[in-house]
Structures are given as C-alpha cells and as structure tokens.
C-alpha cells in the first residue's frame, strides 16, 4: 500500500520561501514520476512540477517556473517542492502524487493515482 505524507505548508508573506516535503511509503518509489499539484478555493486542481523517477527529468507549469524547484532523494523515499518569491497567487493546498505507470511522466492529475492529504500554503500580500 502506497501512501504520501505532505509537510511544511503554512502560512508565509509575500515575496517569501517554503519547502514543502512528501514522503512516500511502499515499495518502488524509484520507480515513478512524482508530481505536485495545487487546488486553490473554487478551482480546480492544476499541475505544478513533476519529476522523473530517477530525478534527471523535471517540468513546470509556466506559472512557478524560475521560482519553484522540485526535487527528490529516493533514499528516502522523499520528493521536496521549493518554493520561492511566493505570491498571494500561489496561495492553495499542495498535494504530491505518484504516477500510475512506472517509468512513464505526465502532467495531468488524471494520470496519477496515489494522493497524499494536501498541505496548505498561504500566502499574505
């Protein structure tokens, strides 16, 4: 059984930094893209970054890219989201979520189907 742990979401002003954490339990971790998605109120959720199972493949929506970086240690079963220059904008909850298929990527939340709880970033202007 697969399950995903978000951390490190709260509260932050503008113009300031977080790094959210997702650890993932169950076997194979290295095996699948990892992705991080956000829904903010009465929206629908949206991809944010992905990152290939090996670490060497990542993607950004065009709205985070050059301010948010995705990575991952499969050491420890763990893929962080860093975030930088936030922006009331960016304010939603986080989820991180595994690829269905392993060695394949994809930014649509369709093709994902392990998710963890979701993290919640707010940020004041």
């Known amino acids: 059984q697969v399950q995903l742990v978000e951390s490190g979401g709260g509260l932050v002003q503008a113009g300031g930094s977080l790094r959210l954490s997702c650890a993932a339990s169950g076997r194979g971790f290295n095996s699948y893209t990892m992705g991080w998605f956000r829904q903010a109120p009465g929206k629908e959720r949206e991809f944010v970054a992905t990152?290939?199972?090996?670490?060497?493949?990542?993607y950004y929506a065009d709205s985070v890219k050059g301010r948010f970086t995705i990575s991952r240690d499969n050491a420890k079963n763990t893929v962080y989201l860093r975030m930088s220059s936030l922006a009331p904008e960016d304010t939603a909850v986080y989820y991180c979520a595994r690829r269905t298929l392993p060695f394949t990527s994809s930014y649509d939340p369709d093709d994902y189907n392990y998710w963890g709880q979701g993290t919640q970033v707010t940020v004041s202007s």
């Open positions: 990152i290939s199972w090996s670490g060497s493949s990542t």
